[in-house]
């Protein structure tokens, strides 16, 4: 079994890929983003953090959150975020893959991968390449030829704050900073 090793910074800012089991294709139905939204705010009130960067995904979702100062238990969160979206959902007539016997066994729903990516945001540069990464990644999958068209994505927040231009990521030939190999797609 590997041994996955995180990086706990206390008060640190975190870039996050979160996937759905065997990438079932369910995030962005109303139900999930509605489950999803609740159980984030109500983690939220229970153990703060702020959420910078969002884009959700049929399979998985980026985030980037900032954990308070002296605060790194962001395993605490995601844990509590997944079981309660997946009460949610499943009680609301969501659907769940089938179960393996090792998830019977451990009482675990098919709703998420066991684990998330979690990258420690070093600096500026570290922080832009990964915000950039969020809002292009429905365009590198496909999902629409610019970010300005995917409507679940913080995107459209930071074009109203001035940070990118409408018609970013639009352009033919648009030269992406690609990350995946440190994102964990």
Known sequence: MPNYRRNFVAGGTYFFTVVTDRRAKFLCSDLARLCLRKAVKDCQKRWSFESLAWVLLPDHLHTIWVLPEGDERYSLRWSWIKKEFSK?????????????????????RGIWQRRFWEHTLKNEKDFVRHMDYIHYNPVKHKLVACPKDYPYSTFHSYVKAGVYDETWGCKEGFEFEDITGSVGE
């Open 88 to 108: 949610a959902f499943l009680a609301e007539g969501g659907i769940e893959q089938a179960r393996s016997l090792s998830r019977l066994s451990r009482r675990e």
